[in-house]
């Protein structure tokens, strides 16, 4: 038996709901299964987070919850068309490439209790992870499997995100929209993990992160220790922008269709 509870969404067609893109017709969230007592391994179940911070539609299975989007952002960015309500000029010092915000249809199923994996594979090229508003978030690298570099940072929006193959419209780097200089909860990678900004809840810049960017301490949501993943501390390339996540994940990813 399994519970699938679903948040309605409602996706209208047009420019003015592409922007909105969601629409929550119930706040109930996902039922918990803390005590489901399942084979996942971890200590600190994610669902109550996952269904109170994300306002997408939600399926929600004892371990494990789906979580449906259109990948595109509710807020302003030059890759929106110009006369589209949230399109502005790209910030100074920046270009745009051809791409555009182009409506997807994103699944990605993570564990309802994160747990390590025992090997720690490595994170790839497309989405390794979705912010709260249903954004797609890639690594650090680019087509080929090579680092961002000097030319295609000169893409980034000051969301910290471009267009890519698909116009699949995807975060890089932090931005004014997610989080920063701070201690935002940014959304979660496919293994379940949340990720946030540069710094803890206590205003601090973590310094005992591991590897993959990560430690495990409370958060302003969870207030059992969990892993969690940090953006880098460290300008790229002297820019304005910090990546959100390099290197592998902490834990076994789910899957991620679109
Ligand atoms: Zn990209
Ligand atoms: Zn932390």
Redesign the pocket.
Known sequence: MFYTNTRIMKLTLGFILAASAFITATTSGCKKDDSSGGDSGGDVSVTSVVTAKYTLQLHCYPAATTLRSNGTPAHVSPYWLVGHALYEAQIAGQNTNPGSIGVQSYAMTIPTNPAEATSKEATSLGPIGMALNGVAI?NDR?GGNVPVDAGVLQSFDRAGA?P?PGNTY?Y?FTGDFTGNDDAKLIGFLRDGFPIYARKDNDGSYPSNLDANGGHVGTTADFSTAIYHYHASNVAYMGSRFYVLKAGSYHGTKGTFTF
């Open positions: 890639f680019e471009h890519g995807h890089h």
